[in-house]
Structure formats: structure tokens, C-alpha cells
């Protein structure tokens, strides 16, 4: 499927929206168009709410692929989306990061 088709998906909260939403995630080191849809994904709702584990919601984890990804304009795209969330979202995705700032944030995604 291409970078919209995934989207769409994700968007419309079809059953593997977890799974497209991943497989976006792996193309942001490569792919500049995977980056701009993912940023814009992280900042739905639905996402936003949508729990992995924990704390870790489907946004937190699209704006961890953008900051592993380690290119300037997925970190880019990641700092803005991580200022998009709530203040106390932010303090909590930064405790679970174990910094102190978002840009300290270097995640490795194995």
C-alpha cells in the first residue's frame, strides 16, 4: 500500500490502523512524504487516545518514529507534533523518554 492509502486508514480507524500506522513508521528515515503523514497523524484524537501500553499512545509512539528516524526533517516534524500535544501529555511523554527536553530525545527503534 502507498504512504495515502496507509494514511487513509489510520485516519478512518480501520481495524489495523495500529499496523498501517507502523508500517508509515518505518518508511520516515527514508521517505519525506511518510514524515509529513505521520506528523499529521499524530495530531488525531483518536490516536492521541489510543493506548499501546501504559502511557504510550499511538501519537506518542508515530513521534518516536519521527525522533529515531534521526533525519532534520522527521525531528523537525516530530518536535512540532510533540508541542501540539498537552502540556501534561508533554511531561509525561518526556518522563517516559527519561529526558529533560524533547530534542535530548534520541530513541532507538529495534
Not at 485516519?11 to 498501517?20: D, F, I, K, L
Not at 512524504?33 to 506528523?39: E, G, H, L, Q, R
Not at 501534561?88 to 535530548?104: G, H, K
Amino acid at each position: 500500500m502507498d504512504n495515502a492509502e496507509l494514511a487513509r486508514m489510520v485516519e478512518a480507524e480501520h481495524p489495523y490502523r495500529g499496523r498501517a500506522l507502523f508500517e508509515l513508521n518505518d518508511r520516515v528515515a527514508t521517505d519525506d512524504d511518510a514524515v509529513t503523514k505521520v506528523a499529521m497523524l499524530t495530531r488525531l484524537t483518536s490516536l492521541r487516545r489510543a493506548r499501546l501500553f501504559d502511557r504510550v499512545s499511538l501519537a506518542w509512539s508515530a513521534i518516536i518514529a519521527l525522533l529515531a528516524a534521526e533525519t532534520t526533517n522527521a525531528r523537525t516534524e516530530a518536535y512540532a507534533a510533540f508541542r501540539a500535544l498537552d502540556p501534561e501529555e508533554q511531561r509525561d511523554m518526556l518522563d517516559y523518554l527519561e529526558v529533560t527536553a524533547i530534542e535530548e530525545a534520541h530513541p532507538r527503534i529495534a
